[in-house]
DNA sequence: GCAGTGCATTACTCCGACAAATAGACTTGT
DNA sequence: ACAAGTCTATTTGTCGGAGTAATGCACTGC
């Protein structure tokens, strides 16, 4: 016999609603996932207010209807993310947006959950600008006869599905990654894995707004053949139209969502 | 009386020895911060290897003499960096590297809390001297008349005071911080931080290897005038004049230092 | 008016038990 | 002999409760 004294079967039924159901195996997505989640879109979306304080401990977990100590470590797992601070007397309270961390996958998934935010998608494209070249040039000179051999392949299965089908946006994501990989650079890896992720939403966005105006693979193309060549200042230059083209269409969706909420 | 069963005092004092006592207020460093730390550095410099998993909850937390959920809450904190993973049965393990969030602020402090990876550095600098140029050429075109003033005031208090004292690093800080700001772009200002955090661990270690062999005013002057003349171009090329210095200040340190251990 | 003090509130730490997932050993059927 | 399903031991996940430590704020005394 359980002591289940309040009733968790109960309990797991209230709170079924938060979405665990559809959740990868092993990234600790069960209850603190998921609270972690729901906490985290709030606070990134703005339903809880930037400088405001959350109820208790105590509170909070109850109305969640978990335990105190799954919910501290989700709270925990904001905090290491910079968007809560916690301290005694005062409570929990939602930080400054200066002090979160914007380049968090997890961050910025939340903050591409609802409808993009249009300040943002123009900072992203911003860095994109500046990165993502540099990125595509270091690439052109210290790239790998395997990892080209790699891109040619991403791009030839981008070429026979399009990005609507799910192996397709695979493709894409893997031609990033290889070009990632051969840039030879940690700390660019690690941004641009996290501006990847962000990108991937507001692609999976401007389908869910109404298909895709363009063939991407004109321009993932000729960012590989500069590869290809060797030809940094090429590559660069390649990778800044390729953007300049994504940036315009999301302009589109992003206005064509404005007029008809 | 407390029930206190095996002795609260004696542990606090046993493990006195990892750094508690000179900890910033009120960023949740007690017990489950030092461990935070202690974890976060033993695995971003390597002593505890990639794909290494550690020993159970159970195990670990009595070795570091702290309670299990302490010690979760910590385990949380890595996981939320994307350091490590953990599930059931296979327990807690180190990720590889590309999974860690190598911009994360603290990330970047437990990697340069030692001798300062060489790779890291470069790849670091790599990054700079892509991404800081942007940031001045933007807050040159953006900056506000009040931030003017204030990197005119911080730039005159980098002059009186030396950056060998806290005062001047806090104006170095003060500087880049406010031309941050002045590039009005989120993404970038969350970036920029990051690595200004990590550049200021390796001014520390320039300071602790020997001495500052340059004056690094002029160098900020021509950036601030650049920025005062809204001249984009100008702003772009002193930054990278800047990091120029900077980056062969910072392997003349990192070979002495290599020289002699 | 101001410095020092006490109190109430809040997060922090600890403990012990049970639940759920799952890798690997084992069993079974063909 | 091999494949598929089953069982078990191990590990993290979740829970509830109790005492500890920090600290904002009101109060007191000068």
């Known amino acids: 016999m359980t002591r289940d ?3 968790n079967a109960a309990r797991a039924a209230r709170r079924g609603g938060l979405g665990i159901s559809d959740a990868p195996r092993g990234s ?3 209850v603190r ?3 972690v989640d729901y906490l985290g879109e709030r606070i990134v979306t703005g339903k809880i207010g930037v400088a405001e304080t959350l109820p208790g401990e105590i509170e909070t977990a109850e109305r969640l209807d978990i335990s105190r100590g799954t919910y501290r470590e989700a709270v925990k797992m904001l905090a ?3 968007l809560v601070e916690s301290r005694p007397k005062t409570g929990t309270r939602v930080l400054d947006r200066v002090r979160w961390n914007l380049l968090d996958p997890d961050v910025l998934r939340w903050a591409f959950a ?4 249009a300040c943002l998608v123009r900072d992203l494209f911003e860095m994109r ?3 993502e070249p540099a990125i595509a040039g270091l690439a052109a000179i210290r790239r790998t006869p395997d990892q080209l051999e790699a891109m040619r392949k991403a791009l030839e299965q981008m070429r026979a599905k399009s990005l609507e089908t799910e192996e397709g946006r695979m493709a894409d994501r893997e031609f990033h990654e290889v070009m990632l990989d051969a840039c030879a650079n940690e ?3 690690t941004l641009g894995a996290s501006i990847g992720a962000a990108v991937a939403y507001t692609t999976l966005f401007k389908q869910r707004t109404g298909g895709f105006p363009r063939d991407p693979v004109p321009d993932h193309a000729s960012v590989l053949e500069a590869i290809e060549a ?3 200042n090429a590559a660069e230059a390649a990778m800044r139209e390729l953007l300049r083209l994504a940036q315009a269409d999301t302009q589109d969706a992003l206005s064509d969502y404005a007029s008809s909420p």
């Open 230 to 232: 060797s030809d940094q």
């Open 80 to 82: 290491a993310k910079g």
């Open 187 to 189: 700390v660019m890896n």
């Open 5 to 7: 004294g309040s009733g």
């Open 28 to 30: 600790g997505r069960r």
């Open 114 to 117: 609802g409808r993009p935010d």
């Open 129 to 131: 600008m500046v990165v």
């Open 33 to 35: 996932g998921a609270v």
